[in-house]
């Protein structure tokens, strides 16, 4: 039987819906009994999946896929072009385009800081330079 509001399939006896809580309003019909004999159902192994499908069919990234993500941001250069790859591409998912421009974002903000320090630290190298005396 299907829901008179929902149109989702509920059990022939129910009174309310499962998934939308609506009252049934027909009375459910008298279940049929049927003599026939159920064939079981061959089991085909399944093919491995590159990425699962979450709910909303969104692609999410494996363990393996990040333990090569990460071995591939280990490559100098190769790794900060593959991240803009990821994280600017079309054809890329979008935990993995996330992921890449997270990264990206993380790594601007780290040679920020490095910068920042190196001016620093200089001016400081710089005032204690200039305030020794040389005989």
Known sequence: MFCENCGKQIPDDAVFCTHCG???????APPQTVNRVQQPQPVRP????PSVQASGGVD???????????????IPIAGIVM????GFGSETG???K???R???VMMAIAIGVGILLSIVMGAIIASIMSSMYYY
């Open 22 to 28: 609506a009252k049934q309003l027909r009375t459910p």
């Open 98 to 100: 996330n992921f890449a």
């Open 60 to 74: 999410l990234i494996t363990m393996g896929q990040y333990l090569i993500m990460f071995l591939i941001m280990c």
């Open 102 to 104: 997270a990264y990206l």
């Open 46 to 49: 399944s093919s491995p999946q």
């Open 83 to 86: 991240l803009f790859i990821w």
């Open 94 to 96: 979008p935990n993995k």
